[in-house]
């Protein structure tokens, strides 16, 4: 199986050009684009090469793709029962696309607790966006958290603000309201 991460240099362009000046978009429609640049060039990367997929940010884990979401629910399960069986220190979650199966000592709870030390924060001063379950460690990590329309309703009840906007355009709602004032 090759797992070479093919070169998204194209994709990465997109993301880079979606704005037109250095200090990021100033317009709503320049914000809307480059969150789908870069929601679109994410992807891209993430994308199967033959049966594996590369994600970024997943050193310490595995994530099985697939893009019909029912079978990997359908899969979700067993593939928790066999790592509980053979005694793997794994936690199995589920986003949309991939089946995650990630070290339980590493989490995006660790991560944020890492950031915050590395750079003397504190969580007063965080703010987060999630969508699915696997984003309430961030949720318990920062002051304000808010989700896409899409969110899992479970996330979504203990969310500060809920964009009425999905995706990529509910992430450009949710960076309006935290930084107003400098959208256009």
């Known amino acids: 199986m090759n ?30 684009a480059a969150a789908s640049a870069g929601y679109s060039a994410m992807y891209a990367a993430t994308a199967p090469v033959a049966a594996a997929a590369i994600q970024p940010g997943k ?6 793709y697939h893009p019909d979401h029912d079978w990997l629910v359908a899969r979700l399960e067993g593939i928790a029962e066999h790592c ?15 089946i995650n199966c990630d070290l339980v000592h590493i989490s995006k709870a660790t991560g ?4 915050l030390a590395a750079h003397g924060l504190a969580r007063q001063q965080l703010a987060g966006i999630g969508d699915t379950m ?25 969310a500060d603000y809920t964009s009425p906007h999905e995706v990529a355009d509910g992430v450009v709602d949710i960076l309006e309201r935290l930084t107003p004032g400098e959208a256009g």
């Open 134 to 158: 696997g984003d309430l460690a961030i949720r318990e990590r920062v002051r304000f958290f808010a989700c896409p329309a899409n969110a899992d309703p479970r996330l979504r009840a203990v």
């Open 59 to 64: 050193t310490a884990s595995v994530s099985l």
């Open 112 to 115: 944020i607790d890492r950031l």
């Open 3 to 32: 797992t070479t991460p093919r070169n998204h240099s194209a994709s990465a362009q997109a993301a880079g050009s979606a704005s037109s000046s250095r200090s990021g978009p100033r317009t709503r429609r320049q914000a809307k």
């Open 84 to 98: 509980r069986a053979e005694g793997l220190p794994l936690r199995i979650s589920m986003s949309w696309y991939y």
